[in-house]
Structure formats: C-alpha cells, structure tokens
C-alpha cells in the first residue's frame, strides 16, 4: 500500500507564476489535508477537503490559493502569482473515509522556492 | 485558540541516554495528539497516536502519555541512538474538521 504521493518534490518559480502541487492520497483514504512549513517556522494547517468538497479553509491565505480534490484524481494546491514569501515546504496529509478524529498520514513534501 | 509549546526547543544529550519531550496545550478538549519525527529536508513520520480516552502509548524504545486535564503530553526515548537524532513534533487534533495544531518541534542531537 502506496504511502502519500506528493509531486513535484522540489519546484522552483519565478516570482509572478503559477504553481501547482499535487497530492494523492494513501489508498481508501478520501480525507486531505494540506499544511505549510515556512523557514524556520512551525507547521501550519491550510485546507481540508474530502472528494468535491472544501471542508475547512480557515488557514488559507484569502488570496491567491486555492485547492480542490475532485472526484478524480489528486488533490491539487494552487498558488497564483507567486511571491518570494511562497517559498516553503507543503505537506499533504491523507486519513481514512471513517468518521472521527484519525491518524493523518503525510507525504514527503514539495519544497517550492520563488526566484 | 488552541496553542501549543514543547520544551525544550533542543536537546543534545551522549548516546544510551533515556530523555523526556514535552508537549503542552491550551485547550484540553482535543480528540487525540500525535507525535511525529521530521528529519532535516524530509517528511513527517508519524511515531505515536493517542487517543484523548487514552493515557499512553508505546512503540518499541518510545512511550507517549497524555494528561488531557492538565494539557501535557510527554515522549520519553529510552536508550537513545544517533539514529534518534531529528525534530520531534507533537499535534493536537482538536476539532470537528480534523485539523492538526502542531507545536514548535524539539530538536534532538544524540551524540555517540
């Protein structure tokens, strides 16, 4: 059983493009989770979505960030525009469908620098 | 707004030596905490989760307890490796959307 994939591992932007991040889940698990790991910060919850719904995104910046998880396919974080203080780690974590408080699984990471 | 601290913010300590993390937090009506492992440049590896109905946990050289009512979690290492040496996360799941508050990390040096 495949852990949580997430691609590309590393991403280096220009300031004013676009970047899109891209998790898939652990097999069965139809929760995500996307975090921010900023240097030398803590990590910061984002989003929270389930198959074609955004559950919680009370940590998203209002602007330029988006994230979906459709009924197909991985979960994507979009971030437009990119500015220098973009550049961070973000972590996909996946759960299982059950309801309740479960174990979160995270994936590696995409590490996004902004030139 | 859950807050969450660990103490100390690192450690470094000779090889063989059993070490204590602690975590502490706000809001003691959480669900359950996790303790995770985040190697320089790398991912998050989940250690240990506990449960909020639960006092502890072990897995192999690691023991987790929690104290809800006083807002503490503690992760004790027995017999320290350099292996060992990473930061050590706790996260607090306390709400109905899941989402983890994670603590500001202790990061572990163990000398050989």
């Known amino acids: 059983n495949a852990g949580v994939m997430q691609n590309p591992r590393h991403l280096v932007r220009r300031r004013g493009q676009e970047a899109r991040l891209r998790c898939s889940p652990m097999?069965?698990?139809?929760?995500v989770y996307w975090y921010r790991q900023l240097p030398e910060e803590g990590l910061k919850f984002m989003v929270y979505?389930?198959?074609?719904?955004?559950?919680?995104e009370s940590g998203m910046p209002k602007e330029r960030f988006s994230a979906e998880f459709p009924k197909e396919g991985p979960s994507i974080l979009r971030i437009q525009q990119v500015v220098r203080g973009d550049s961070a780690a973000y972590f996909c974590?996946?759960?299982?469908?059950?309801?309740?408080?479960?174990?979160?699984?995270f994936g590696p990471g995409t590490r996004l620098t902004v030139t | 707004k859950q807050e969450v601290t660990q103490i100390p913010a690192a450690l470094s300590v000779p090889e063989g030596e059993n070490l204590v993390l602690n975590c502490s937090f706000t809001?003691?009506?959480?669900?359950?905490l996790q303790w995770f492992r985040q190697d320089p440049g790398k991912g998050l590896t989940s250690l240990l989760l506990i449960q909020s109905s639960q006092r502890e946990q072990t897995s192999g050289r690691l023991n987790a307890s929690l104290d809800k009512s006083s807002g503490r979690s503690t992760l004790y290492i027995a017999a320290s490796q350099p292996g060992d040496s990473a930061t050590y996360l706790c996260?607090?799941?306390?709400?109905?959307?899941?989402?983890?508050?994670f603590g500001t990390g202790t990061l572990l040096a163990v000398q050989p």
């Open positions: 097999k069965g698990h139809s929760h």
């Open positions: 979505l389930q198959k074609e719904n955004i559950i919680d």
């Open positions: 974590a996946s759960s299982p469908r059950t309801s309740g408080a479960y174990e979160q699984y």
């Open positions: 809001d003691s009506a959480i669900y359950n």
């Open positions: 996260a607090v799941n306390g709400g109905a959307t899941n989402k983890l508050i």
